[in-house]
């Protein structure tokens, strides 16, 4: 009895010990801190500002103060001592870092840090209408590109880029428009280059295609923006031109609006399978059909019949035959460039998995490789090496490298450009990456890319100069 009455009292002393250890309530914050702390002032001045939360009537005082992008402060700003601070326009550009102290009573609390940069990029601004932003719905938006009001829908794109938390998104203008130069039309994309810290393979691509490997189809062309979103700096961006059937871009007759014979249509080799109709060759290809995206069931039926017809050729016993062989089905030449830009680039999808586009011309009736599409895997990113024949060893290119007039066309083709390329390598890249180098910054800190941009870029354009002098080998 005597040791229960020992335990009992114990237990209790302990107990009684624990309960002088409950660590007191913790205070409740006297900033109700803003969702954004990054703002843009391309020529416009910018207004920052704090406020008290709720549980706070007033603060006793309030200071901004410039600071690094840690928040370290280097200066205090005389006469800023209220919840709002206007910064000044600055014509350079450069991002500049603030914070705001406030104190009440015996705390003092310091706002997160606003980052305020003029990058010299375009800045669209999209202002969306209800729900949120998803793959599958279109959403009412309103946009401003430059000052310029313009009104249409935005949904997410990508597959499986879309579990990052940078999506990238489609544009669906109300009316046709010209955009940066480009040429009008209602759709548009905007791309994240979500894993390419340089931001700048799918850019490179492009200008691949549309300034060196040129005269044998259209490829998209991009501009290099700062994206918001319902007042939320979203990073740097690339908008540019959808791959769609229209007079400004892959321009040929819609087959779904001139019917079978007199017109023509793109698809996509594409392991999703995830459009309206999709189907599987013979030789275990999976394609979507891209453009028209809605179709007749007979229409479908002529669509597979048209690619499996060319498959057949590339795949017959008597293929190099001019009358009979696959160069009855394909444009050769836009095959040889297509190959290049995305071997160069050792692109990973391009090896018949992913975003590998055609598309037929019932003018010549023959199949067109390209456009280029998506090279966030490219370029030392992914499996890929640079000494090695990715998109070479795939299905289909593998068969056409079997025929050796082909080969010698791919080596002409490369040696005839070859100093082209090494120029948009070496100079093209450095001056781009510097003209968005603060946009870079700002993205890198929205997003919390480690690294400096700089050697991003640097490790791109090594891979690359590797890369090239390992074809040099192959090709020359």
């Keep these: 009895m005597k040791k229960s009455l020992v335990l009992v009292i114990t237990l209790i002393l302990i107990l009684c010990s624990c309960s002088n ?9 006297l900033i109700a801190n803003p969702a954004i702390t ?13 406020s008290a939360a709720p549980e706070v009537d007033a603060f006793d005082s309030i200071q901004w103060y410039e600071t690094d992008k840690n928040g370290d402060v280097s200066a205090v700003i005389e006469g800023a001592n209220s919840l709002v601070f206007a910064v000044p326009a600055f014509d350079t550009e450069q991002i500049r870092y603030y914070v705001c102290k406030v104190s009440k009573g015996k705390r003092t609390e310091t706002s997160t840090v606003f980052s305020v940069a003029r990058t010299g990029l375009h800045v669209v601004t999209i202002t969306t209408v209800g729900s949120a932003i998803t793959k599958e719905n279109w959403l009412a938006a309103s946009l401003e590109i430059d000052g310029n009001a313009l009104e249409g829908e935005i949904k997410g794109r990508g597959n499986s880029s879309w579990r990052f938390p940078k999506k990238s998104f489609s544009l669906k203008l109300n009316a046709k428009t010209e955009l940066f130069e480009m040429p009008e039309h209602k759709r548009w994309v905007l791309i994240g280059n979500n894993i390419d810290n340089s931001l700048l393979r799918n850019y490179f691509a492009s200008y691949l295609g549309n300034e060196i490997f040129t005269g044998h189809g259209w490829n998209p062309s991009f501009v290099f923006v700062d994206l918001v979103i319902d007042g939320t700096y979203w990073g740097n961006y690339i908008l540019g031109e959808q791959i769609k059937i229209d007079k400004n871009r892959v321009d040929i007759k819609d087959i779904s609006k001139n019917g079978i014979g007199n017109g023509g249509f793109i698809v ?60 009855k089905y394909f444009d050769v030449d836009s095959v040889i460039d297509w190959y290049l830009v995305n071997e160069i680039t050792s692109n990973l999808d391009a090896a018949f998995r992913t975003s590998v586009y055609m598309y037929y011309d019932n003018t010549d009736g023959k199949i067109h490789m390209g456009p280029n599409w998506d090279f966030d895997l490219s370029c030392g990113k992914g499996i890929t090496k640079e000494t090695s024949l990715h998109v070479q060893n795939s299905k289909w290119m593998k068969r056409f490298f079997q025929d050796p007039a082909f080969d010698a066309a791919v080596k002409a083709r490369y040696s005839q450009v070859r100093t082209e390329i090494a120029n948009a390598v070496n100079t093209m890249l450095t001056e781009m990456a510097q003209s968005i180098s603060v946009s870079a910054q700002l993205n890198n800190a929205r997003w919390s ?16 100069n590797a890369r090239l002098a390992w074809l040099d080998t192959q090709w020359l």
């Design 21 to 29: 250890d409950v660590p007191a309530k913790e205070e409740l914050p």
């Design 38 to 50: 990054a703002f843009l002032c391309n020529g416009q001045d910018v207004q920052l500002s704090i």
């Design 268 to 327: 996509e080799v594409n392991r999703y399978m995830d459009e309206a109709f999709s189907f599987v060759t013979d030789m275990d290809v999976p394609f979507s059909l891209k453009d028209p995206d809605e179709v007749s069931e007979d229409i479908q039926q002529y669509v597979q019949q048209v690619i499996q017809a060319a498959e057949d050729a590339l795949f017959s016993e008597n293929f190099t035959d001019a009358e009979t062989g696959y160069i």
């Design 449 to 464: 890319v480690q690294g400096d941009y700089a050697d991003s870029v640097d490790t791109l354009q090594t891979w690359l």
